[in-house]
């Protein structure tokens, strides 16, 4: 199956970008070429913010700003519509761009489907809202609070759910009047690319939406300076994450991020061992480990540890890893050579530091080409080694054990990061002290990974900061602004009035 080739997105219209440069999209399950997308420059960010600048403004707002949420409503719904009926040819896209089992990337087509729904319904919401009155203390005057959309905005997002975290942005942005660029990441825009088709076919006002496909530096760091950008919304890598927030400094431009993570997740002794076995495989292995929130820090309490950690090897050695469009698919590979290889470099580096590989750490027998790795287990870890402090990005656990909750605790939040934490107990008290004692933005108990539109999500620390989803995402979009009416009929009478001749 090969990609279908497009051009960029912009103002409504499909354009070869200005300096006609192509990228190869490689599915990752074979290491093979199947297509490949427009690399955009700077030429063209300028033009499609020239467009989201032109949409936004159009008819003195009227047409997108400023018009009645129902009505970006109706294009969001129409767009939801649009990606249930094509879920099946979108879901085998997104399986051979970025390596996602079919099965996932078709669950995540209805989540794309479902967020798009849920901020229409917010879209709407925002009608009834209008004027929110202020109470004053004066009573000559009358104040009021209305919401606004912040303007144009640039959303740049990252491989591992390529079209979903996409979603998580532009959907809030155009609920809330903004139009935007996205520029989805280089590795995995193939899907993104379809998204600007459903929107041609929708008939979304030409600029809303701009879709520019490239590299980073020659498309995303033009965008993310670009002095008619009011905002950049970015998820992917701290280090990234870090040079936006320099740029958009220089601006006082705002931003929200949302950045990497090192999740732990807190074995209890009184669990059923299978059911808390599996939640963390797939806390950890879910999406092929290519997770930001992945729960990839194991602390298990000491005095189950071994017969937990044998459960746990036999889980995950029953994994079926294969390529992503074969039935019952439970791991593809990882996304390109490049992460291939930093993954084995972490594994490698922790075997040198003199952690244990227990389980998995290599290739797997049976498949012979494309960046397939084992699920694996590594024991034996100190709180000092790379693998306990880092992002690893792949389907890689680190194992620690404890033997009192404030141990455990203090585990937990040996991190840098602080986007998630998971505690997996049978005694509920225990489970709330975890949640309150955690330092991160979410919270599960008795699961990983669960994640729902209508909640927030995001981190602390150095996972960034803002929330996505719920009524937290479009705010993300929205400026406030502050209304205030003198009703009196007497002068202020501050000053005195000159004499008069």
């Avoid at 999406?287 to 937990?308: D, K, M, P, W, Y």
């Avoid at 919270?443 to 994640?451: A, E, I, K, L, M």
Wanted: charged letters at 20%; aromatic letters at 8%.
């Amino acid at each position: 199956m090969e990609v279908p080739r497009r051009t960029l997105f912009i103002d409504g219209e499909w354009r070869a970008p200005v300096l006609g440069n192509r990228i190869d999209v490689i599915n990752p399950s074979s290491g093979e070429i199947i297509g490949d997308i427009p690399a955009a420059t700077a030429e063209d960010v300028e033009l499609a913010v020239v467009a989201a600048q032109r949409a936004f403004s159009r008819n003195r707002g009227r047409d997108w700003a400023a018009a009645p949420g129902a009505i970006r409503a109706k294009y969001l719904r129409a767009i939801a519509a649009k990606v249930t009926e094509k879920k099946s040819k979108l879901a085998r896209l997104e399986a051979i761009d970025c390596g996602k089992p079919l099965d996932e990337a078709a669950w995540d087509m209805d989540d794309v489907a479902g967020c798009f729904e849920y901020y229409a319904d917010l879209a709407e919401g925002l009608d009834a809202k209008g004027k929110v009155p202020i109470s004053l203390p004066l009573d000559t005057f009358k104040s009021h609070v209305v919401k606004e959309p912040i303007g144009v905005v640039g959303l740049i997002t990252p491989w591992n759910y390529p079209l979903l975290l996409a979603t998580w942005k532009v959907a809030p942005a155009l609920a809330a009047g903004c139009t935007a660029i996205l520029k989805p990441s280089e590795l995995t825009s193939v899907t993104c690319l379809e998204l600007g088709a459903i929107c041609q076919e929708v008939g979304l006002p030409p600029g809303v939406l701009n879709i520019v496909t490239g590299l980073g530096p020659e498309a995303g760091a033009p965008l993310a300076s670009h002095p008619h950008v009011d905002k950049i919304a970015f998820t992917g890598s701290t280090a990234t994450g870090t040079r936006i927030m320099t740029v958009a400094a220089q601006m006082v431009k705002p931003v929200s991020l949302e950045l990497g993570g090192k999740s732990p997740i807190v074995i209890f002794e009184d669990v059923d061992l299978d059911k808390a076995a599996e939640w963390t495989i797939f806390g950890c292995f879910w999406t092929n480990g290519q997770i930001c929130s992945a729960t990839s820090r194991l602390i298990v309490h000491e005095s189950i540890a071994a017969e937990f950690l044998e459960r746990l090897v036999r889980w995950t050695q029953n994994i079926r890893i294969s390529d992503p469009l074969e039935e019952g698919c439970r791991l593809g590979p990882v996304v390109s050579a490049g992460q291939y290889k930093k993954i084995l470099k972490f594994i490698s580096t922790a075997k040198s530091e003199g952690a244990t590989i227990l389980s998995g750490g290599g290739r797997p027998k049976h498949l012979k080409k494309g960046y397939f790795l084992e699920p694996t287990i590594i024991t034996d870890v100190s709180t000092s080694m790379q693998i306990w402090r880092e992002e690893v990005f792949g389907p890689v656990l680190c194992v620690k054990t404890f033997k009192t909750e404030e141990e455990a605790i203090e585990l937990a939040n040996d991190t840098h990061y602080g986007l998630g934490a998971a505690v997996i107990s049978n005694d509920l008290d225990r489970c709330d002290r975890l949640t309150q004692a955690f330092r991160c933005g979410i919270v599960w108990v008795n699961c990983s990974q669960p994640c729902f539109c209508q909640a927030p999500w995001g981190g602390n620390k150095r996972s960034g900061f803002g929330r996505e989803l719920g009524e937290w995402g479009l705010e993300n979009y929205l400026t406030v602004k502050q209304v205030t009416r003198y009703i009196s009929n007497e002068p202020w009478g501050w000053y005195n009035p000159p004499s008069k001749l």
